[in-house]
């Protein structure tokens, strides 16, 4: 499966945005997805996650409340809404699959190329 990150971009502290992670492929529904980003200088860290069902979601503590992911099979697409951005939610925001619904980048065998989301304070 190939995936295709969208949707970052310049926002001030408080905007939103919704990033997309479009898929190519008819396995997609065989995968739970994850989001991860990472910042400069600092390791890909776990943002949220849906399973291939979408019936279970996690997120990251730094993100709960803040961030909903949620998915399309019909338009192989799984959605990151992110409301009341913070600086620190500054990073590459990148896609992946996996067969199993995990927190850990280890498990996630196909990575998307990334998108940048920039937050002004």
């Known amino acids: 499966v190939q995936l295709a990150e969208s949707g970052g971009g310049l926002v001030q502290a408080g905007g939103s945005l919704r990033l997309s992670c479009e898929a190519s492929?008819?396995?997609?529904?065989?995968?739970?997805i994850g989001w991860f980003r990472q910042a400069p200088g600092r390791e890909r860290d776990f943002v949220a996650t849906i399973s291939r069902s979408g019936g279970a979601t996690y997120y990251a503590d730094s993100v709960a409340g803040r961030f909903t992911i949620s998915r399309d099979d019909a338009k192989n697409t799984v959605y990151l809404q992110i409301y009341s951005l913070k600086p620190e939610d500054t990073a590459v925001y990148y896609c992946a699959a996996s067969s199993v619904t995990s927190k850990s980048p280890l498990t996630y065998d196909y990575w998307g190329q990334g998108t940048q989301v920039t937050v002004s304070s």
């Open positions: 492929g008819r396995t997609f529904a065989r995968f739970s």
